[in-house]
């Protein structure tokens, strides 16, 4: 194959795993988690345990926040009005904090896992 039409392939490939796996990251259980006034809303979420989830955040905060979880290796930071979401593994029964970098004397949460 001539170098063009090689590269074309691939990025056909790579397209089509992308959109396969941004379909399927939708179909996951999602729980929604609130930045406001320096908080987490809700406080506490409840998540299956075993099972991918997607937790979808948005920031209603004036300035930017952080959710933070050194225990879950996960962050991600979110400007004003913004919303993104982050897609957990399965895990084990427990509790797992999380933080807002942003408002750390404030904005502290956890998510069960049953």
Not at 64 to 92: C, D, Q
Request: some cysteine; hydrophobic content about 45%; glycine content about 8%.
């Amino acid at each position: 194959m001539p170098t063009f039409r090689l590269l074309a392939w691939y990025c056909l490939v790579a397209l089509s795993l992308l959109s396969s796996g941004a379909g399927w990251a939708q179909d996951l259980p999602t729980f929604k988690l609130l930045a406001r006034e320096g908080k987490w809303f809700p406080e506490v979420l409840e998540v299956p345990a075993n099972t991918r989830f997607r937790l979808e955040i948005t920031n209603q905060n004036a300035g930017p926040e952080e959710f933070e979880s050194k225990e879950l290796h996960k962050e991600l930071v979110l400007a004003p009005g913004v919303t993104r979401a982050l897609v957990f593994a399965p895990m084990k029964p427990g509790t797992y904090p999380f933080f807002g970098e942003f408002h750390p004397k404030t904005a502290r949460g956890r998510i069960v896992v049953k």
